[in-house]
């Protein structure tokens, strides 16, 4: 009987949130762009110290430099432990000639574009994403950044948008750029669906309510359905997590559900309750070689956890910090983090499934997951003496080899 009356749940809230739809996906014409959102430039500043790394401090955006003018700095006795948690983008003004030893903020950053582990090499074999949809809801997008302008295929924003993220945010142009980006992202020619929530406009106190993120993900199931076999979205990114006690999240699992039910596998912080896989992002000293399986280590935020003995070997490890994105100040501009989050990984778990559906269209999720666990690399980390192994790592070509003897 439970089993029964949560079916018809599902099915009344499909077909409510259908009807709330205002626009018909029988009616759409590709590319679709409601709205150009404004842009929320970050002005510049001029610093007269430079900020300190305190690895005792759990803060984030402890040494941000986004848009800073460092010009009349002295930054030779800067440490590389500093640099390695700062953020930067292509506005900030560094100092001509009083630089820390061995930075290059142009190569850091520039290195930083490579989504890594042998990602683009895939991309010169043609395994690009191409004709594999990615769907994406998050907050406003810059919808003609060069980095993806030319993979979005819809750009539609949520009933909650107006009074919640009406100007662009930061956080859309990272994840989009890591998904689809075309110097950065996994999947550099998938076609992108962008669904912009304000989580019903609950963003001052971060009590969101999920109804509204519900709605946005059966619209994008509800346009899936009118696309070409050949050009179906078979993946969604939704950098965000739902608890039992929040506000909508009834409608959001219904919804999720809904999308798996439509062949879409969604991806999401709660990703261990939807599929039960589990995941964590990778950290990467932002002078190493983000190709080199070595060159990586626990994500800054967990490293101390890990190191102190909660270690794991059930968790697809991915890229996350010293990544470079898309950023907010112009079509061109861009943004390094040293740190990063989840948010950062599981886009880059998207285009990865992007790639696989591509080689393999009869993918499941079940078998990704899989196959990307076994087919994993595992290192061994130095760390005090001690000799720890660190994996499974994410191995695009060892994955794509095995699904193209399919």
Known sequence: MKRKRGLLFLVVLVLLLNACSSTKAEEIQFPKIDRIPPVQGMPM??????????????????????????????????????????SFDTDTIWPEEKMPTDFDPDVVMETAKNPGL???TLHTQGIDGRGIGIA??????????????????????????????????????????IAVGKTIGVAPMADLYFIASGYCNRTLDQTWDFSCLAKDVLRLVEINQTLPEDRKIRVMSLAISWAPEQDGYKE???????????????????????????????????????????SYQPGYWWAKDFYEGNRFTDRLLVPMDARTMAWVNG???????????????????????????????????????EL??????????????????FGPILDPQALIAVLQEK
């Not at 110290?49 to 006795?77: A, F």
């Not at 596998?265 to 000293?285: A, C, M, Q, W």
């Not at 040293?338 to 078998?367: C, F, H, K, N, R």
């Not at 990307?372 to 192994?389: N, Q, S, V, W, Y």
Request: aromatic letters at 10%; zero cysteines.
């Open 45 to 86: 500043e001029r610093l007269t110290k430079m900020p300190v790394y305190d690895p005792e401090n759990e803060n984030g955006w402890q040494v941000n430099l986004r848009s800073k003018n460092l010009s009349q700095l002295d930054l030779t006795s800067t440490t590389l432990e500093t640099l390695q948690h700062a």
């Open 118 to 120: 042998g990602m683009r």
């Open 136 to 177: 994406i809801v998050d907050q406003s997008l810059m919808v003609d950044h060069l980095e993806y302008k030319d993979q979005l295929r819809l750009y539609e924003e949520g009933e909650d948008v107006v009074g919640g993220w009406e100007q662009i945010s930061m956080h859309g142009p990272s994840v989009v750029s």
């Open 252 to 294: 959001i699992v219904a919804a999720v559900e809904a999308a798996k039910n439509a062949g879409i596998f969604v991806i999401s912080s709660s990703l261990e309750e939807t599929y039960g896989f589990k995941f964590h992002g990778l950290g990467r000293d932002i002078l190493d070689d983000p190709d080199q399986f070595e």
């Open 331 to 369: 079509q061109d501009a861009y943004a390094f983090y040293g740190e990063g989050g989840w948010s950062w990984s599981i886009p880059y778990i998207a285009g990865m499934y992007a790639l696989a559906a591509q080689v393999y269209p009869e993918i499941t999720p079940d078998v990704f997951w």
């Open 372 to 389: 990307a666990m076994r087919t994993g690399r595992t290192i061994t980390l130095d760390h005090g003496g001690e000799k720890i192994p």
